[in-house]
């Protein structure tokens, strides 16, 4: 009977021991799946500015440059390749904004988060009539997305002249500076 009760006993205390080293195990796990969701999150935001600094450094060629100022200001004026390489760069950003709603749908970015940034970045590539007029094209494609649902009403309040009134402030800015 003593060893009976000496056998529960060691019983007892390592039912607890291996209690106590699944509650441990459940604690790491959780820790790592934190950190892992960190390490994602990390990775998805710098892929979505290496995506964006690609956009700005190809605006940066000459061609890109060009074809970028005519559909600002003379789109009538464009050639089809012109029409391709604004195009290209209008579809990159609608790809990072697309990167964002996956972010969001994965729970490693807010609602808030990502209407954020599309309201900070909008302006400077669709505030045209000619990125305005490109947007509607491709909005049937989107139909039923979070891209119509948060992108779509953050475009069609862009103002048409934005990008146009921002590189005429530019402008004037410099002249200002050359000036004092």
Do not use: C
């Amino acid at each position: 009977m003593a060893a009976e009760k000496k056998f529960e006993h060691v019983n007892r205390w390592l039912t607890l021991a291996a209690n106590i080293g699944v509650v441990i195990g459940l604690l790491i796990l959780i820790i790592e799946l934190r950190q892992n969701a960190s390490l994602t999150r990390a990775a998805m935001e710098a892929e979505k500015n290496d995506r964006l600094a690609s956009i700005e450094l190809s605006l940066a060629s000459p061609a890109a440059a060009a074809a970028w100022t005519k559909s600002i200001r003379a789109p009538e004026n464009m050639s089809d390749a012109e029409i391709r390489i604004v195009e290209s760069h209008l579809v990159s950003i609608m790809l990072q904004w697309d990167n964002m709603f996956q972010m969001e749908a994965v729970g490693l970015a807010s609602r808030e988060r990502v209407k954020r940034h599309i309201q900070n970045s909008a302006p400077y590539y669709f505030g045209s009539n000619f990125a305005k007029n490109w947007w509607r094209n491709q909005m049937a494609g989107w139909d039923g997305t979070p891209m119509i649902e948060v992108a779509g009403p953050i475009v069609a309040a862009v103002d048409n002249d934005f990008i146009a009134n921002n590189l005429d402030s530019s402008r004037l800015a410099v002249s200002s500076a050359e000036n004092d």
